[in-house]
């Protein structure tokens, strides 16, 4: 079969037509969401490797000198007052010495007394090391005036976990009279006998001061040394007072 020549060239004509208008296509959608998903790819892989540090670096963290107690309270002195009763005038007087030294010597706290307010006064200093100092500080004077030896209540400047608990016999049970004294001798018991044995069995410091009581030691043991003190205020015998602070202190050497 032959084929003239103008047929041949219209044929060529047309096949190279057709390619033309393939070419100027846009490409269907399912080749762009590929090509575009494998260029995403390769995008990041290639952030992925960029981030990828080849060694591990070490952060130093900043180190700050802790501030002092001048400079917690930006400068300002912090004043501690505790008032001197008369009967513990003299005594302050004697033990002046024992109390001044700890104070000014290793709590870092001025310490003065002022004679015309009758007051102790106390200070912090630029070399105080902590703000805690002075109230300490001034727990351990009021402890003093509250009756308690200055080798007891120099415990409440070197631990942190001792309390002064203060109560009246009247909180208890309303007693008048020869009621109120008898109360007060079961208290202390023969030549202090019952007050020593509570104070041995608890590991605390009472006072008795006419119808004040005040209890030197942890939490614990002052609730302890507190609820023996009031059974013998509501009338128990020592004995049975005894008995109990047998099995609670064994009770409390078993815990700690």
Known sequence: MEYSTSTIDATVFLSRRRAA??????????????HTMQSNKGAASMEVEETIPTEAKTVLKP????????????????????????????????????????????MKIDIRMNVKTRNVEMMTRRDTPDVSNLQKCADFV????????VIDAVALLRMDELYVDSFEIKDVKTLKGEHLSRAIG?????????????????????????TKIHILGSFAN????????????????????YSKLRAVTARLAERF
Not at 21 to 34: E, G, I
Not at 80 to 97: G, N, S
Not at 142 to 149: E, K, N, Q, R, V
């Open 222 to 241: 002052i609730k302890v040394a507190r609820d023996s003190l009031c059974s013998l205020i509501l009338g128990s015998p020592a004995g049975k007072v």
């Open 186 to 210: 079961r208290l202390s018991g023969k030549g202090g006998k019952t007050k020593f044995a509570i104070e041995n069995s608890t590991k605390t410091r009472i006072v008795i001061a006419d």
């Open 63 to 106: 180190n700050f000198k802790p501030l002092t107690a001048h400079e917690v309270s930006d400068g300002q002195v912090q004043f501690r007052k505790i008032p001197v009763p008369r009967h513990r005038y003299t005594p302050l007087k004697k033990a002046w010495m024992d109390i001044y030294t700890p104070i000014y010597d290793q």
């Open 21 to 34: 208008a393939v070419s100027r296509s846009p490409p269907s959608p399912l080749h762009t969401y590929t």
């Open 142 to 149: 009021h402890a003093f005036m509250l009756g308690f030896d």
